[in-house]
């Protein structure tokens, strides 16, 4: 099993539908979880931080389930500009090293 | 006032040829990371410095040296280069090593090899 795993997509949704990707990790104990976004040939963005208790920033929302070992991130009333792939990434926090360790990530078109 | 900058953002070159890319950080974070981002858009992490120490060497050609002379800075050479070095190489920074905190990325530096 990879340690962290996406649906490459692409998901198709028109203007204004919500969405939402998952992304499952193997390590029970990881610590730290991030959601990124990347343009086609940009660097990846932060996008947000995952938090424990879950957390909204306008349209998005991230959300934890660690005993099912995923993390969504659901976007909603979609823009035309959110047209990106969205990356998952983990902290595995294995002792002694720290790693981030990056989903392929998720394709999103939004549609006109 | 660019956060973590990456010089060149493109490189053409031949095989068999030695280039270095440069990182440099202006967040006062710790550590710092190189990653490779080949055509089927895999971000994989090469290697990761905190404090001009090598925290992190993942399983990468020795052709490939990283170099750290202060924090704010973390330098690549690849010597005798290879058509599969292709990639977009990408310069990230973070406040510690513990990963608690979010990594900060450069604009990446397009390699072709010839």
Not at chain 1, 37 to 43: A, I, M, P, V
């Given at each position: ?19 939402a ?9 990881s610590q ?36 099912s ?26 002792s ?13 078109k939004?549609?006109? | ?19 270095s890319?440069k ?12 990653y ?42 690849i ?5 599969g ?5 990408f ?24």
């Amino acid at each position: 099993r990879k340690e962290v795993e996406q649906d490459p997509g692409p998901f198709n949704v028109p203007e204004g539908a919500t969405v939402a990707f998952n992304c499952t990790y193997s390590n029970s104990a990881s610590q730290s979880f991030f959601w990124y976004r990347q343009d086609c040939r940009k660097e990846p963005k932060l996008l947000m931080s995952v938090y424990s208790s879950g957390n909204e920033d306008g349209r998005f929302t991230a959300q934890l389930n660690r005993a099912s070992q995923y993390i969504s991130l659901l976007i909603r009333d979609s823009k035309l500009s959110d047209s990106a792939t969205y990356l998952c990434v983990v902290n595995p926090t294995t002792s002694g090293t720290y790693k981030y360790i990056f989903g392929t990530g998720t394709r999103l078109k939004v549609l006109a | 006032d660019t956060a973590v900058s990456q010089t060149p953002k493109y490189l053409v070159t031949q095989m068999g040829n030695d280039k270095s890319i440069k990182c440099e950080q202006n967040l006062g974070h710790d550590t710092m990371y190189w990653y490779k981002q080949d055509s089927k858009k895999f971000l994989k992490i090469m290697f990761s410095y905190n404090n001009k120490e090598l925290i992190i060497n993942e399983t990468v050609p020795n052709r490939f040296s990283p170099k750290s002379p202060d924090k704010a800075h973390l330098n690549l050479h690849i010597n005798s280069l290879e058509l599969g070095d292709s990639a977009v190489y990408f310069c990230a920074s973070s406040q510690d090593r513990r990963g608690r905190q979010p990594q900060h990325f450069g604009d990446g530096t397009r390699l072709s090899i010839l």
